[in-house]
């Protein structure tokens, strides 16, 4: 199941919301980003990392969304990272004893909450804050860390191999979605835009959180298109996008895209800005 998409570069998708969990190859073992979400799929990858004679070294959470934070105890022990912000926030919303019973309950669709393992929920370690790069012994991999999204949010650039890992960014089936939480979250996303957009001429691929891989022109094309989502629903327009439109991937997206609208209009009367 494992697709390489650079050299030393490999990624697993699994069948919910076409999540991408991506293997880097180090010196001593492999890099494991955002495992995966289904026990069996997670299962099936650390399989397949070991009958390639694969340990995991490391593994490494984006950002705070119990997607991207899974690990079924079949992966072995390795050090899990995520930013400081990231790891911060997981401790946060898993402190008290209830949180993961209302994760399955609220977060988890239905139809796979049974299949996702969530006893070793959110068991990272932050790294301390502005670290630029992956400790580990492998390829060079800078964290490019911002607020989109979600706090904490890291984009990765394998810089010697070319590959933009983006998290819950550049998806071409998901929308932009807002940070509800954060106290400007249309600014904070264009900001990372801009982050990203000052690292896209070193990327070859393009590998988003969900959705399609992409190549050295999908990552300038997705940039353009994320911003231009972003600036439709901040002046409450209608996206011309076709993520939200009759050809999308996910048919909910546009349930999303109401909601953030209605999120803002909210947030608006509350704040007082004019419209
Ligand atoms: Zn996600």
Not at 107 to 132: H, K, N, R, W
């Amino acid at each position: 199941m494992l697709r390489p998409v650079a050299e030393g570069v490999l990624i697993h998708e699994s069948e919910f919301c076409q999540s991408n969990a991506v293997v880097v190859h180090g010196r001593a073992g492999v890099l494991l980003i955002d495992p995966g979400v289904q026990g069996h799929e997670m299962a099936c990858l650390a399989n397949d990392l070991s009958d390639s004679g694969q340990t995991v070294v490391a593994g490494f959470s984006t950002h705070p969304h119990w997607d991207h934070l899974l690990w079924p105890a079949g992966l072995g022990a390795a050090p899990r990272y995520g930013t400081a912000r990231c790891a911060d926030t997981v401790r946060d919303r898993l402190s008290d004893a209830g949180a993961k019973a209302r994760i399955a309950e609220q977060l988890i669709p239905p139809d796979i909450a049974g299949q996702v393992p969530l006893d070793l929920l959110g068991l990272i370690t932050g790294l301390p804050a502005e670290t630029a790069r992956m400790p580990w012994d492998g390829p060079q991999i800078r964290i490019l860390e911002h607020q989109a999204h979600a706090p904490g949010h890291a984009a990765l650039l394998i810089e010697e191999r070319g590959v933009l890992v983006a998290g819950d960014m550049l998806s071409d089936a998901l929308i932009p979605m807002l940070d509800p939480n954060a106290a400007d979250s249309i600014e904070d996303y264009l900001a990372a835009l801009r982050l990203i957009e000052s690292v896209a001429g070193d990327a070859d691929v393009l590998v988003p959180g969900h959705g399609s891989i992409g190549g050295a022109d999908q990552v300038h094309a997705r940039i353009d298109q994320d911003r231009a989502y972003m600036q439709a629903l901040r002046d409450a327009g209608a996206p011309d996008d076709p993520r939200v439109g009759p050809s999308a991937t996910f048919d909910w997206m546009s349930g999303v895209h109401e909601r953030q609208l209605q999120q803002l209009a909210r947030r608006r009367e509350r704040d007082g800005t004019p419209g």
